[in-house]
Structures are given as C-alpha cells and as structure tokens.
C-alpha cells in the first residue's frame, strides 16, 4: 500500500515536472518569437542581427537609456537650479569653471582607468555619481527652500552645475569606451545605431515623469527629482553586471588591427599619455575638431535659449519646461532612428555621416542669426541635438574602433572632457560679450552687434569642419578596409 502510495506520488510529481517544464519551454519560445519579430522590425533601420548580438544591444541598450535618462534629467535640472541659486546671467561663467574643475577628475580617472579593468570602472563611477547626487538632493532643497542668494548658496550652485558637467564627460564617455571595446566594426555599424535608439526612451520617459513631476504635483523643492536620480545612476551597476554575466564572451569579442601590439608596446602610461596620443596623431585631432567646433556652435544656440526660457518661467516651473525640452530631444532623435536616418552610415558610411553634420548645423545658424524666439529657439535646440545624437555621435563612436585600448579609453577621455569643456568654454566666453554690448550700444544694438559677430565666427568654423569630416571619414574606411590601427 505504501509502495502504492509513493508510486503515485511519484507518478504525480513527474506530471507536474513535466508541465511546469512544458509551460516553460511554451513561454521560452513566445519569448524567442517576440525576440525574432522585434528582430526583424529592426532588421529594415538597422541591420540583420545575429539572434545572440540582437540580445547584446539589446542589452547594451538598457544600460545606455538608464545613463541618458539620467543625464537628460539632471541636465535641466543642472540649469534650473543653477539660475535659481546663483543668475542666469552667470551660466557662461560656470561652463568656463566647468574646464578648471574637471582637471583634478580626469586625472583621477585616468589612474583609475591604469589600475582597475573597464567592468570594475562601470561599477566605480555609477556609485560616485549614484550616492553624490543623493546627497546634493538634500543641500539644494535646502537651499531653494530658503530663498537664500548668500556665498554659501551660490556656492553650491556652482558645485552642482560642474558636479553634472562632469557626469556627461565621464560616465558617457566611460560606456561609449567600453561598447566600442567590445564590438567589432561590422556589428558597431547596425549595433550602435540600435544602442541610442533605446537611450532615447531613457532620455524621453525619465525627463518628462520625474524632471516635470515636482511642477505637477506644485512641489516647490526638485527634492524628488534629485533623490530618484540617485536611485536610479545606482541601478546602472546592477545592469552592468548583468550584462557581462550573460552575455557570450564570444560577443565581447573586440577590434585587433594587424599593428595594435607594437602601439601598445610604444605608449608610456600615465595621465599624459591622452593628451600626447591627441596630439601626436591626425586622426584624434580630427575627432577633437568635429567634437569641438560642434559644441562652440551650440553652446552659443544653447546660452541664447536659456536666457529666454528664463524670462518666463522660474523655479520647478523652468525645471518642468527644460525637462520637456530634454525629452523633446530624445523623441525626435529616436524618430530620426525609427525612420532611417542610421541608414546614411550604414549604406553611405562613416564619412558620409560625419560630413552631413556641419551642413545641418549650417543651416541651423542661418535661422538662428534670422529669427528670434522662445518657440524658434526651442525648435532650433531640439533638432541641433536630436540630429547630433542620432547621426553624429554614432559615427563619431565608430571612429575609435580601429584603435588601441588607450585611444578608446584614455584620449577619447581627454577629448570628451576638455575637448567638450573646452569647446563649450570657448562658446561661452563668446557669450560672455553680449553683456559688455548691451550696456555699450544698448539692448537691441548689442543683440545685434553680438549676432553679427556670430555669424563672422560660427560660419568659417563650419567650412573647417566640413573639410575634417571628410579626412575622418577617408581614414577610418582605410583602416577597417586594411585590418590595421590608426593610433
């Protein structure tokens, strides 16, 4: 009877198995089917993807959206409460500090990056950033809950202004390094394109729900905001990890030119060896350019911008309007993605992509230097930075492929920190003159004079990046082309 019993037990046991196993391998294959539809919807923008490098990127995207989301949010809230405790008038002054200020960072990062491997790195940062900004949530609800304009506040205005500064320079110029570590030139071409696409849905979702929400729910502190921020630049490392540990090595496979050895073997370590492959070599100059001049162009749309969204609104009223202008951003740049614009690398090249850039931004000037308003301007903003991040960057990205580790890692540091610190110091003390014109030649004569001027310096500076897209573009289908390292 006992023997009789345990049988059935058995017998049922085995059936459950058995079904809890069949459930599984049904939801296993729904999954893979929703796998291979989504695969093949991305196949007519982006490429045919192996199945396991469709994972990848997909993969590589999360952790991507979860930096953007972040950064897009934090950069408005950068502004906003930078005019509120300090001026607006004083923005250009803090993008010029923002160069000072991220030295001592970059050096520390750059030792960082000699001691410890890039996934520990990806840990490192996100937990600075993550417990950081936890901590500033509380400093600056304090201080915009006082009304305060002491030294102290202003202080801190600035601290936080650079504090966010440094973040974009760092933690997407970190990723960025270690996706192009990992991918090789085939795979990056439909694979990046893919990565920011979903970025965009972390700088399209995060800016509006948590940037705008404490204007909603008449808040008059960004406490919430800043905390789920910190939250949230935390959940990065669990990402991380997640994707190193279930993705087939295989995958993680990186570019080796026929000549990456004997570079290694040349370069001295330090924190100087960045800035000496910089200007040792063309081809970086040539990225330093293109990242240069773009970001002199913009930082002058971007100042004019500020200070007229700041005319109409104030407090978490400007952090809800920047932050729809951050997500804006992001959804015409996933529409540019959605709707091909990825194809112009993809079937035009690198080169291609890169010298559209200064024709874009060209016409962009023209307008600025014609028209004259909050909505224009906001327009003007939003299609600048949509077009740079879903044309522009990825192909930018692609030029450290066929690259040393050191390149990738260290030069591309220098040229994402102070190329863009100070490309944007250099805009900003441009727009440092628009005061000293005002009160010379008055209000409108000094807008005007300060838009001539604009145009005098801006137009010139595009002819030359056009001429150094072109160079990049040569370059790199000559490197990939030949299996060999440029630097």
């Known amino acids: 009877m006992c023997g009789e019993n345990a049988k059935k037990f058995f017998d049922a046991f085995e059936i459950s198995a058995n079904n809890k196993v069949m459930a599984m391998m049904q939801s296993m294959s729904k999954n893979s089917q929703t796998l291979r539809f989504f695969q093949w919807v991305c196949k007519f923008n982006f490429g045919d993807f192996e199945q396991e490098e469709f994972k990848k990127f997909l993969r590589m995207g999360v952790i991507f959206a979860l930096i953007i989301g972040v950064y897009w949010t934090l950069r408005p809230l950068k502004d906003a409460v ?146 789920s921020l910190g939250l949230l630049t935390l959940l990065i490392i669990v990402q991380v990890r997640r994707f190193l540990s279930i993705t087939p090595k295989e995958q993680l496979a990186s570019f080796h030119g026929t000549n990456e050895a004997s570079l290694k073997k040349e370069q001295d370590p330090g924190f100087l060896e960045g800035f000496k492959l910089l200007i040792k070599n063309r081809y970086l100059l040539g990225i330093f350019a293109a990242n240069f001049i773009y970001e002199v162009v913009v930082t002058i749309f971007d100042f004019n911008f500020k200070l007229s969204a700041s005319a109409q609104y104030s407090g978490v009223a400007l952090s809800s309007y920047l932050s729809l202008y951050g997500s804006s951003v992001n959804i015409v740049s996933l529409l540019c993605l959605l709707f091909g614009i990825s194809n112009i690398t993809r079937f035009l090249g690198v080169g291609t992509a890169l010298a559209a850039m200064p024709i874009i931004v060209g016409f962009a000037l023209f307008g600025f230097l014609s028209l004259d308003s909050l909505t224009f301007l906001f327009g003007l903003m939003v299609g600048s930075k949509a077009i740079n991040y879903a044309l522009n960057g990825p192909a930018l990205k692609q030029l450290y492929i066929p690259t040393t580790p050191d390149a990738k890692f260290k030069a591309q540091a220098w040229i994402e920190t102070f190329g863009s610190r100070s490309s944007k110091q250099a805009g900003s003390m441009f727009n440092m003159t628009l005061s000293p014109l005002q009160s010379t030649f008055g209000a409108l004569a000094g807008k005007s004079h300060y838009l001539m001027l604009s145009g005098i310096l801006c137009f010139p500076l595009l002819a030359f990046w056009l001429l150094v897209a072109i160079f990049l573009g040569r370059a790199f289908k000559k490197a990939v082309r030949n299996n060999e390292v440029i630097c």
């Not at 936890?134 to 601290?159: D, E, K, N, P, W």
């Not at 979903?198 to 700088?203: R, S």
Request: hydrophobic share 50%; charged share 10%; proline share 5%.
């Open 82 to 227: 930078f005019i509120q405790l300090v001026s607006n008038l004083q923005l250009p002054y803090a993008k010029t500090a923002s160069v000072i200020a991220l030295l001592p960072l970059v050096m520390f990062y750059t030792k960082l990056l000699e001691k410890t491997s890039r996934e520990k790195m990806l840990v490192i940062l996100p937990t600075f950033y993550g417990l950081s900004i936890l901590c500033f949530s509380f400093l600056i609800m304090g201080a915009q809950a006082s009304g305060s304009t002491s030294y102290a506040v202003r202080a801190l205005g600035y601290v936080w202004y650079l504090f966010v500064e440094s973040f974009g320079s760092l933690v997407v110029a970190l990723f960025w390094a270690f996706a192009a570590d990992t991918t090789e030139p085939t795979q990056a071409k439909r694979g990046f394109p893919l990565v920011v696409a979903i970025g965009q849905f972390g700088g399209i979702v995060l800016p509006y729900t948590i940037g705008g929400m404490p204007h909603r729910l008449h808040l008059s502190t960004d406490l919430f905001s800043i905390i």
